[in-house]
Nanobody, 120 residues
Framework: QVQLVESGGDSVQAGGSLRLSCAVS????????MAWFRQAPGKEREGVAA??????TNYADSVQGRFTISRDSNKSVYLRMNSLKPEDTGMYYC???????????????WGKGTQVTVSS
């Protein structure tokens, strides 16, 4: 059984930083893609960053240069977020077994999310 558990969300002021973590269990070995998505109230879920099993990454234009996705040998995935803006506010979800294109419907497993709130 695949489980994804996010943590690290918080309320911060604009310009601040956060590091989100996603603990992964039950994911089979082999090629896979992990990603972070976010969803603000009244908006669609959008892909933020993705990392493939070979280490290649993909970022949304809105976070390029500010966010960094990484993973460790245990398949846990992290999202370092710097220079946070109010528009980064939302529920952040970890997702597994999708594609680097970050299409939500392509991902088979999801966590329950962690809230990030950025105030101006």
């Amino acid at each position: 059984q695949v489980q994804l558990v996010e943590s690290g969300g918080d309320s911060v002021q604009a310009g601040g930083s956060l590091r989100l973590s996603c603990a992964v269990s039950g994911l089979s070995d082999g090629a896979y893609c992990m990603a972070w998505f976010r969803q603000a109230p009244g908006k669609e879920r959008e892909g933020v960053a993705a990392i493939y099993s070979d280490g290649s990454t993909n970022y949304a234009d809105s976070v390029q240069g500010r966010f960094t996705i990484s993973r460790d040998s245990n398949k846990s995935v992290y999202l370092r977020m710097n220079s946070l803006k109010p528009e980064d506010t939302g529920m952040y979800y970890c997702a597994a077994e999708g594609t680097p294109k970050m299409v939500a419907a392509d991902f088979g497993y999801w966590g329950k999310g962690t809230q990030v709130t950025v105030s101006s």
